[in-house]
């Protein structure tokens, strides 16, 4: 089963087969080798030699090619997807001579088919896999690099849904990741000013950058912990992006007590 290169100049073989005592196929086949055959496959066109002998003269570096390996009788068959040769399939005999008659071909284009969708579905699989081992490897990088950042870091969905936090955030709210995993940031850590009045998120400039695009910077605020005790916090939120679009938010945020704290000091010496 061979496969057609993007630049189509070569046939590289994606799947082999030999009966015991018959060598495998070659790697690869280029136009400089077989040029005749790979202008047959190119052109979409059958090969069915019953023997040697009944190539045409034009095939003479396919004849030399064939009788080298001690071929008797092959059949190629070219493959197609979605309209665009694809590659081909090629079936050789070594120990007798065969007549491809038209109900063999057709079989025989039938294992083509099912061989070359096999191995496209375990390609697919295989770059799945990968992808998800990159992906894998990347999340746990940010993970080993959020879990050691002194300030606090969680992200939100489009829904405003909690999908990461790290363990700075964690001791200055009270709540684990666990706790707030899936659920709505604002309604746990943001939903009340300091007065007692309620805080609705449409009104939350933090979730507004959802919609707007815009990021943050150095904004003062409070947040809420587990027990209900407010903290004066600086924060920076900037849009999650993916192809372009936003698909949620990061906010960075740091404890702001000492410094206020510091800051009515020097006023009451003064």
Same mark, same amino acid.
């Given at each position: 089963?061979?496969?057609?290169?993007?630049?189509?100049?070569?046939?590289?073989?994606?799947? +082999?087969? +030999? +009966?015991?005592? #018959?060598?495998?196929?070659?790697?690869?086949?280029?136009? /400089?080798?077989?040029?005749?055959?790979?202008?047959?496959?190119?052109?979409? $066109?059958?090969?069915?030699?019953?023997?040697?002998? $009944?190539?045409?003269?034009? %095939?003479?570096?396919?004849?030399?090619?064939?009788?080298?390996?001690?071929?008797?009788?092959?059949?190629?068959?070219?493959?197609? #997807?979605?309209? /665009?040769?694809?590659?081909? *399939?090629? !079936?050789?005999?070594?120990?007798?001579?065969?007549?491809?008659?038209?109900?063999?071909?057709?079989?025989?284009?039938?294992?083509?088919?099912?061989?070359?969708? %096999?191995?496209?579905?375990?390609?697919?699989?295989?770059?799945?896999? %990968?992808?998800?081992? *990159?992906?894998?490897?990347?999340?746990?990088?940010?993970?080993?690099? &959020?879990?050691?950042? %002194?300030?606090?870091?969680?992200?939100? $969905?489009?829904?405003?849904?909690?999908?990461?936090?790290?363990?700075?955030? /964690?001791?200055?709210?009270?709540?684990?990741? @666990?706790?707030?995993? @899936?659920?709505?940031?604002? /309604?746990?850590?943001?939903? &009340?000013?300091?007065?007692?009045?309620?805080?609705?998120?449409?009104?939350?400039?933090?979730?507004? #950058?959802?919609?707007?695009?815009?990021?943050?910077?150095? =904004?003062?605020?409070? !947040?809420?912990?587990?027990?209900?005790?407010? !903290?004066?916090?600086?924060?920076?939120?900037?849009?999650?992006? =993916?192809?372009?679009?936003? #698909?949620?938010?990061?906010?960075?945020?740091?404890?702001?007590?000492?410094?206020?704290?510091?800051?009515?000091? *020097?006023?009451? +010496?003064?």
């Amino acid at each position: 089963l061979l496969e057609l290169t993007a630049t189509a100049s070569e046939l590289v073989v994606a799947y +082999s087969w +030999s +009966s015991a005592g #018959v060598a495998n196929a070659a790697a690869k086949n280029t136009k /400089e080798t077989v040029p005749w055959w790979m202008g047959q496959v190119l052109s979409g $066109d059958v090969s069915l030699i019953a023997r040697l002998d $009944d190539l045409p003269s034009e %095939a003479a570096a396919e004849k030399e090619y064939l009788r080298e390996r001690g071929v008797a009788s092959a059949a190629s068959i070219p493959l197609r #997807v979605a309209g /665009e040769i694809a590659g081909a *399939i090629t !079936f050789i005999t070594v120990r007798r001579h065969v007549s491809w008659d038209a109900e063999l071909v057709g079989q025989l284009r039938a294992i083509g088919d099912i061989l070359w969708n %096999a191995l496209k579905r375990h390609q697919a699989m295989q770059a799945l896999l %990968a992808t998800q081992r *990159i992906v894998a490897e990347r999340e746990e990088r940010f993970r080993l690099a &959020m879990n050691n950042v %002194a300030s606090g870091l969680y992200t939100l $969905d489009l829904q405003g849904l909690v999908t990461y936090m790290n363990p700075a955030a /964690e001791a200055m709210f009270g709540w684990t990741m @666990g706790d707030l995993l @899936g659920k709505r940031m604002h /309604e746990m850590t943001h939903y &009340m000013h300091p007065d007692g009045t309620p805080f609705p998120a449409e009104d939350c400039p933090g979730l507004q #950058v959802l919609q707007e695009g815009i990021e943050l910077r150095e =904004r003062s605020d409070v !947040f809420i912990r587990k027990d209900g005790a407010f !903290f004066p916090v600086v924060y920076n939120v900037s849009p999650l992006r =993916r192809d372009g679009a936003i #698909v949620g938010i990061v906010v960075g945020f740091r404890d702001d007590t000492q410094r206020q704290e510091a800051e009515r000091a *020097i006023r009451n +010496s003064e």
